[in-house]
Nanobody, 124 residues
Framework: QVQLVESGGGLVQAGGSLRLSCAAS????????IDWFRQAPGKEREFVAA????????YYAESVKGRFSISRDNAKNTVYLQMNSLKPEDTAVYYC?????????????????WGKGTLVTVSS
């Protein structure tokens, strides 16, 4: 099983940037797709972005396309979510997840591992 630990959340003004990190461990994590989901207060958790570790193929939710970028560092066993041009509506707890589904899958069903989340707050 894959273990995931997120970091990098915090408070930022609208228009600013943050970079989230997801440190992965486990014997087979490089065969997985790593996703970022987020859950805003009072809302359901939603898909943000995903990367297939073995190929680097990425996929994004329409709401973040052009503003967020997902990448991985093989040497550090870490996936990053670079978030630019942040908006107050990006405020949420951001979760890292791992699964073996197609990288374009946006539903939670089938996720095998979750991190504990990191809070991102964007002030207006």
């Amino acid at each position: 099983q894959v273990q995931l630990v997120e970091s990098g959340g915090g408070l930022v003004q609208a228009g600013g940037s943050l970079r989230l990190s997801c440190a992965a461990s486990g014997s087979t994590f490089r065969s997985y797709v790593i996703d970022w989901f987020r859950q805003a207060p009072g809302k359901e958790r939603e898909f943000v972005a995903a990367i297939k570790w073995s190929t680097g193929t990425t996929y994004y939710a329409e709401s973040v396309k052009g503003r967020f970028s997902i990448s991985r560092d093989n040497a550090k066993n870490t996936v990053y979510l670079q978030m630019n041009s942040l908006k107050p509506e990006d405020t949420a707890v951001y979760y890292c997840a791992a699964d073996r589904r197609p990288v374009t899958t946006t539903k939670e069903y089938g996720v095998e591992s979750w991190g504990k989340g990191t809070l991102v707050t964007v002030s207006s």
